[in-house]
């Protein structure tokens, strides 16, 4: 009898599992035909609502079921810029790995797309620069901008002007370490075709000086005097070209500002000779002291204030003795139009310091610490390091 009733159980057992597999099966199919649109309906349900972190675990589901799809792709990422994530690694894996692979993914899928193009090689550049302490990053950028170009129509001004992060990169690599005279004449077509596409492209003008200084530096360092003449003319010309589109640009006056520094202080290096040629050339720092009283705050970077208020740069070489009050004049003005500009922020607690002021300059680093996180983004990415970077000038200072 116990034996049938076993029997009879068993039986009840297999047709019940039989059936759950047929259900967990049907399952099965239904998410693999419907969940993907499912999961888009679930994440736009989610948008609605304010809740972008779940609206991008919806759509990365979606996504993981179609990876072609470039609507969802793109709404994966609107998702995500409008995420903070809760700790300091999964905001680094959401920036680095998730918004970057899409940005990767959209401009496999659009290659003879510029804007795709130039949407993924900006966020690499900028990243690349965060991590410009290795050649191997400007070669591993390089790379991905050759992979970029495969596609594109090359003869387009659009396409052209994404010429200008090759160049860049190849400038800061000449920077580290002995490039090849092809990459040296690449990165200088590259530069001019730029140029020529995006004429207001400053930017790409100021690289082709940098490399035009860095040819000038070399052939000082051989010492054949056409070769250094020839190199100066160059390095002379590229400025000049700056003048007419951006005379009045505080970068273009910067950067001309740099170069006649430069040059006169290279004509002696004797310690009489160095205190000689920088008293001669005080007056030198007004245009660009003006540019900057002149020109709209919002518009003065922090990277240009820093480059030219710090220790060593030109106005330190021609203003030694108030060339940090200059600068912390300016500084707290455009800060009281960009009071969120961390690195501004960061750079105005170096200022302090190097003024004395330390209990001020203790509390400036701290409102960087204490600024709450921002949504995924680089800026964000930067935020939490220069934290970091508070705290160690907090306890060096102390």
């Given at each position: 009898m116990a034996s049938n009733?076993?029997?009879?159980f ?14 967990v ?6 998410t ?9 309906r ?16 919806s759509y990365?589901?979606a ?6 799809n ?7 990422r ?17 920036y680095g790995?998730?918004?970057l ?9 659009q290659p003879?797309?510029?804007a ?15 991590n ?11 790379n991905?901008?050759e992979?970029s170009?495969?596609?594109l129509?090359?003869s ?16 800061k690599s000449?920077?580290?370490v ?8 690449r ?5 001019e ?8 492209d ?16 070399q052939?000082?360092?051989v ?8 190199a ?23 950067k001309?500002l740099?170069?006649?520094?430069e040059i006169a202080l290279r004509a002696?290096s ?8 920088r008293?001669?050339l005080?007056?030198?720092e ?5 540019a900057?009283?002149?020109c ?5 970077s922090?990277e ?7 220790p060593g ?5 021609i203003r030694r ?11 707290e ?12 922020r ?5 200022q302090l310091?190097?003024a ?12 960087i ?27 060096n200072?102390?």
């Amino acid at each position: 009898m116990a034996s049938n009733v076993n029997v009879k159980f068993v039986v009840i057992l297999a047709c019940s599992l039989l059936a759950l597999a047929g259900i967990v099966a049907g399952a099965a199919y239904m998410t693999l035909t419907n969940s993907a649109e499912d999961h888009v309906r679930m994440g736009d349900q989610h948008v609605a609502a304010g809740d972008f972190k779940e609206a991008s675990l919806s759509y990365s589901k979606a996504v993981s079921h179609v990876p072609t799809n470039i609507e969802w792709l793109n709404k994966w990422r609107g998702a995500l810029l409008n995420t903070i994530p809760e700790t300091d690694l999964e905001y680094m894996q959401a920036y680095g790995e998730h918004y970057l692979g899409i940005l990767d993914r959209l401009a496999a899928l659009q290659p003879m797309d510029p804007a795709a193009q130039r949407e993924l090689l900006e966020a690499r550049y900028e990243q690349s620069l965060m991590n410009s302490g290795s050649s191997q990053t400007w070669v591993n950028f390089i790379n991905s901008c050759e992979s970029s170009y495969d596609k594109l129509d090359m003869s387009t001004p659009e396409a052209k002007s994404l010429l200008r992060y090759r160049g860049f990169a190849t400038v800061k690599s000449m920077a580290v370490v002995t490039t090849s005279s092809s990459d040296h004449d690449r990165a200088i077509a590259d530069l001019e075709t730029a140029i020529e596409a995006d004429p207001d492209d400053i930017d790409a003008y100021l690289q082709l000086s940098q490399l035009r200084r860095l040819d000038w530096l070399q052939a000082r360092n051989v010492g054949r005097p056409t070769q250094i003449a020839a190199a100066f003319e160059k390095l002379e010309e590229s400025i000049e070209s700056m003048r007419e589109p951006f005379g009045d640009d505080p970068r273009f006056i910067a950067k001309e500002l740099d170069h006649q520094v430069e040059i006169a202080l290279r004509a002696d290096s004797s310690v009489q000779g160095q205190k000689r040629i920088r008293a001669g050339l005080k007056g030198l720092e007004e245009p660009l002291l003006e540019a900057f009283q002149e020109c709209d705050p919002a518009l003065l970077s922090s990277e240009l204030l820093v480059n030219t208020f710090s220790p060593g740069r030109s106005i330190w070489n021609i203003r030694r003795d108030d060339f940090n009050e200059l600068g912390m004049e300016i500084t707290e003005r455009v800060l009281e139009v960009r009071p969120d500009d961390f690195s501004l922020r960061f750079f105005r607690g170096a200022q302090l310091m190097v003024a004395g002021r330390f209990e001020e300059s203790d509390q400036m680093y701290q409102t960087i610490i204490d600024m709450p996180d921002i949504p995924i983004s680089l800026d964000g990415v930067l935020l939490k390091n220069m934290r970091m970077s508070s705290l160690y000038q907090q306890a060096n200072g102390a």
